[in-house]
Structures are given as structure tokens and as C-alpha cells.
Nanobody, 114 residues
């Protein structure tokens, strides 16, 4: 059974930082690209970042480039999202996933507000 469990969200002021974690299980983590998505209130889910199996290729949407960093620890089946210089428009429910699977975890809420 494929599972994703996200954590690390919270409420911060603009300019603050958070580090999200996602522990995956039920599949071969080291053999899969890992992704972070987010869904803001009233909007669709969007891909924020992804990382390949060897951690030598990453992708970011333009709005987070230079502020967010995705990383992974294959020994711990965990993918991370370091988020710096957070902005109010980063407020969303954040999820991790892997492309072959249609499963979603509960997500972790990030709220950026002054």
C-alpha cells in the first residue's frame, strides 16, 4: 500500500522559513522521482518541485526558484522541501507524491501571513 505522510508545515510571517518532510512507503523509493505539490484555497493542485532518483536533477516552478530547495534521503525514504523567504502567495496545503502513483497523503498546511 503506497503511503505519503507529510509534516513540517505551520504559520510563519513573510520572509520566514519552513522545512517540510515527507516519508513514503509501499514502493521502491530510491527508484522513483519524487515531487512536491501544493494547493491554495480555491485553486487547483500545482507541481512545485521534483527531484530525480540520484538527486542530480531538480525542477522548480518559476515562482519558487531561488527560495525553495528540494532534497531527498533514500536511506530514510524521505523527501524534503526547504522553503526560505516565504511569501503570502505560498500559503497552501503541500503534498508529496511520486509520478507512477495516484495516491495522496493528508498534506501539511503552510500559512504565510503578517
Amino acid at each position: 500500500q503506497v503511503q505519503f505522510v507529510e509534516s513540517g508545515g505551520g504559520s510563519v510571517r513573510p520572509g520566514g522559513s519552513l522545512r517540510l518532510s515527507c516519508v513514503a512507503s509501499g514502493f521502491s523509493f530510491m527508484d522513483n522521482v519524487m515531487e512536491w505539490y501544493r494547493q491554495a484555497p480555491g485553486k487547483g493542485r500545482e507541481l512545485v518541485a521534483d527531484i530525480n532518483q540520484q538527486s542530480d536533477d531538480t525542477y522548480y516552478i518559476d515562482s519558487v526558484k531561488g527560495r525553495f530547495t528540494i532534497s531527498r534521503d533514500n536511506a530514510k525514504n524521505t523527501v524534503y522541501l526547504q522553503m526560505n523567504n516565504l511569501k503570502p502567495e505560498d500559503t497552501a496545503l503541500y503534498y508529496c507524491s511520486a509520478p507512477p502513483f495516484a495516491d495522496w497523503g493528508p498534506g501539511t498546511q503552510v500559512t504565510v501571513s503578517s
